[in-house]
């Protein structure tokens, strides 16, 4: 029995982190069928990547979609060994790529209120969110804030010119 008392810590720990990784593997294939099955359904709504909106472009108004998003503390024990040793952090590309995505649709959502049918001009602005009080551990938490943002409006149909 002494040797449970003594490992237990490392037991406590490798439960926990076994609980991470599970919970957050879950929470990520959810979040993507989410993601999935809302840009199915936003699909009707073009973002469209100009400066200089076309000449029938009207109703203009800014839109925009923000998240917050985190890694699981696995994820983040995992990309830490990654980040010894170098290399590419694979986990912490599905992070971005989730948050990035999941702003885009924001954007989409609050374009569709507003009867809209194209964006254009999005832009995307990104911030690592840490421990402000240390600043030399502002990204330790693998926490990141994604802002898209753009101008939404319809096209206006041409006028039909009498024959």
Not at 43 to 55: A, F, S, T
Not at 92 to 100: I, V
Not at 113 to 124: A, D, E, H, L, V
Request: aromatic share 10%; net charge positive.
């Amino acid at each position: 029995m002494d040797w449970l008392i003594e490992f237990s810590g490392w037991i406590i720990t490798l439960v926990l982190l076994l609980i991470a990784f599970f919970t957050g593997n879950r929470n990520e294939k959810k979040h993507y069928e989410s993601i999935l099955r809302r840009e199915e359904e936003l699909r009707h709504i073009m973002v469209v990547l100009v400066r200089k909106p076309p000449k029938n472009f009207c109703n203009q108004h800014l839109v925009r979609g923000s998240v917050v998003i985190s890694s699981n503390y696995f994820t983040r024990l995992l990309a830490g060994f990654r980040n010894f040793f170098g290399g590419n952090i694979s986990a912490y590309e599905t992070l971005l790529d989730r948050a990035r995505r999941e702003a885009v649709l924001r954007m989409k959502e609050e374009a569709a209120k507003m009867g809209s049918s194209m964006i254009i001009n999005m832009k995307f602005e990104t911030t690592t969110l840490g421990n402000i009080h240390d600043p030399r551990q502002q990204a330790a938490n693998g926490t990141v804030e994604v802002l898209a943002y753009g101008t939404a409006g319809k096209l206006r149909k041409k006028e039909q010119s009498a024959a």
